[in-house]
């Protein structure tokens, strides 16, 4: 059987580390934390926001939504809270078929 890497999943992203995933500023992700109630990142005795890999979840979807789709902010809100299941769904298709992509894009490369 051959050896496969498992992807490590952390428990906890800092406001860094999710800035540098989505590629924007910090103050970005908390005004997005303070317009979707979906959004709710824990904070240490310092107030620094610990983001769960569910909040990255809500947030690819945030972003999918706003800038993706071209929904206003009001409109995401709504759309989420009257879809949930079936955003999230998506949200786990558009992940897998991203994932996907880089698969195949790394073994185009390797040829």
Do not use: C, W
């Not at 540098?20 to 926001?49: C, H, T, W």
């Not at 995401?76 to 955003?87: D, G, I």
């Amino acid at each position: 059987m051959p050896y496969k890497e498992r992807e490590i999943n952390k428990l906890y992203y800092t406001m860094g580390e999710v800035t540098e995933m989505f590629g924007v500023n910090a103050s970005q992700i908390r005004f997005y934390e303070r317009e979707f109630d979906v959004l709710q990142p824990k904070k240490n005795k310092k107030g620094n926001r610990l983001f769960t890999q569910e909040d990255i979840t809500h947030l690819k979807i945030i972003f999918n939504l706003v800038k993706d789709k071209g929904y206003t902010l009001q409109g995401a809100r709504e759309h989420l809270r009257s879809n949930k299941n079936e955003v999230k769904e998506n949200q786990r298709v558009i992940d897998s078929l991203e994932k996907l992509k880089g698969f195949l894009l790394e073994v185009r490369d390797n040829l």
